[in-house]
């Protein structure tokens, strides 16, 4: 890993992975506390729509998959505050729509588009300048939203109801919430691609949160864990040549079921 950080592109990849994982800690862990995980997939998987009229239409992938991404989020908040029962349906239909919007964009626009893939299974090989400064800006708004919200969400995550007894603003929150998970599907989206978002964002912390006893402690384990299987990921990718989303993505699995085993062995022995 140390002879692959020196070509610049390695290094950019790195710098990214960080920045993810960062994000990745801090939302993932109100994802996992507040059994989010549906959601975040639908909202990630819509915001292909984004990347296919992007590229129809000649403007930015990331700010196509942040407005759609942004959009779906607050369907959903809206549909999940007013009847959940029927989420899972509606969430369903936006997944598969703003999938299907993609796909027909990209077939309308002139010519085939090789980048339309990495948006699916991440590119973070590719990432610039340009990319980790638009990364860190994000990165930066969440952490400190979430730090200046961090009790009322932490009510929000335990115990809604007794959170708006408080006059804690929970529809608030619960916009702020899901707009906050879109601007994480941004974010690792170039890392792991949309295909894989979900699983990067609810392995680290449901890991962190088997052995932390707060939400603080779990938003900075599972950053760095997901740090870690960047790390690790990367280095396997360039090591064995293969897809870099990918082998992040199976580091993190692994990880998740070896901690699963060692639990149950623990738990035996106990």
Request: glycine share 10%; hydrophobic share 60%.
């Amino acid at each position: 890993m140390i002879e692959a950080l020196g070509h610049e592109f390695m290094r950019h990849a790195l710098y990214a992975g960080l920045l993810a994982s960062v994000t990745c800690g801090v939302i993932g862990a109100l994802v996992v506390v507040n059994r989010l995980a549906f959601l975040s997939g639908g909202i990630a998987h819509a915001a292909y729509g984004g990347v296919g009229m992007a590229v129809f239409f000649g403007f930015s992938p990331l700010l196509g998959t942040l407005g759609f991404s942004l959009a779906a989020a607050m369907v959903m908040a809206a549909v999940t505050l007013r009847s959940r029962r029927r989420a899972d349906t509606v969430v369903g239909v936006l997944w598969a729509a703003g999938m299907a919007v993609g796909v027909v964009f990209s077939d309308l626009a002139p010519g085939y588009n090789v980048d339309l893939m990495s948006y699916l299974f991440g590119s973070i090989l590719t990432v610039s300048v340009q990319d980790l400064w638009f990364m860190g800006a994000m990165c930066a708004a969440v952490v400190a939203v979430t730090a200046y919200w961090y009790r009322d969400l932490l009510a929000l995550s335990y115990d809604p109801d007794f959170a708006r007894l408080r006059g804690v603003p929970v529809t608030f929150l619960h916009y702020l919430l899901l707009g906050m998970i879109a601007l994480a599907v941004v974010m690792l989206v170039r890392v792991v691609g949309l295909i894989l978002i979900v699983a990067l964002l609810t392995i680290p912390p449901y890991m962190a949160e088997q052995w932390s006893g707060s939400l603080a402690r779990v938003m900075v384990l599972a950053g760095l864990l997901c740090a870690a299987f960047v790390v690790i990921g990367l280095a396997l990718s360039y090591a064995l040549n293969l897809t870099s989303g990918a082998s992040i993505i199976l580091v993190a699995a692994t990880a998740f079921f070896a901690n699963l085993g060692a639990r149950k062995l623990l738990g035996r022995r106990g």
